[in-house]
């Protein structure tokens, strides 16, 4: 467990780390938005596609469309979220797009917790404060 403040917040290796819960309850779900106290267009999706946990900004980098919204697809080895509106595509790991458009993605840092329970830490050098919608 990265160390740091009571409230979730902690440094590891230079890069700021925000405590967002525990991964058995995060995976419940698809995508969550993490809504940003920076406003709406800082925040961050966290999707949870085959086993493995993906952040990336909420918005489309095309229009600003909600990309927890959109499909996720897997195509030779690579997945993939469609924006809904456009129909645009990231890869849930590099940000890349089909298109020369690039997402900005977040590390998302697993860890055990001090009672050995697996805790989702995500990195967040820009983001204060989140909260979830679930």
Same mark, same amino acid.
């Given at each position: +467990?990265?160390?740091?403040?009571?409230?979730?917040? @902690?440094?590891?290796?230079?890069?700021?780390?925000? !405590?967002?819960?525990?991964?058995?309850?995060?995976?419940?779900?698809? &995508?969550?938005? +993490?809504?940003?106290?920076?406003?709406?267009?800082?925040?961050? &999706?966290?999707?949870?596609?085959? =086993?493995?946990?993906?952040? +990336?900004?909420?918005? &489309?980098?095309?229009?600003?469309?909600? !990309? &927890?919204? =959109?499909?996720?697809?897997?195509?030779? =080895?690579?997945?993939?979220?469609?924006?809904?509106?456009?129909?645009?595509?990231?890869?849930?790991?590099?940000?890349?797009?089909?298109?020369?458009?690039?997402?900005?993605?977040?590390?998302?840092? !697993?860890?055990?917790?001090?009672?050995?329970?697996?805790?989702? !830490?995500? @990195?967040?050098?820009?983001?204060?404060?989140?909260?979830?919608?679930?």
């Amino acid at each position: +467990m990265a160390s740091g403040p009571a409230d979730g917040a @902690g440094t590891a290796e230079g890069v700021s780390w925000r !405590l967002i819960g525990p991964a058995a309850g995060l995976s419940e779900k698809r &995508c969550r938005l +993490m809504y940003s106290s920076l406003g709406h267009g800082s925040d961050v &999706c966290l999707f949870y596609v085959k =086993g493995e946990f993906f952040a +990336m900004d909420a918005r &489309c980098a095309h229009s600003g469309g909600p !990309l &927890c919204e =959109g499909d996720i697809e897997e195509a030779d =080895g690579v997945l993939q979220v469609f924006c809904p509106w456009h129909d645009y595509d990231f890869d849930l790991r590099t940000g890349k797009s089909g298109t020369s458009l690039q997402q900005k993605v977040h590390e998302v840092k !697993l860890e055990d917790d001090v009672d050995g329970t697996s805790t989702a !830490l995500v @990195g967040l050098l820009l983001f204060a404060y989140l909260h979830f919608k679930c």
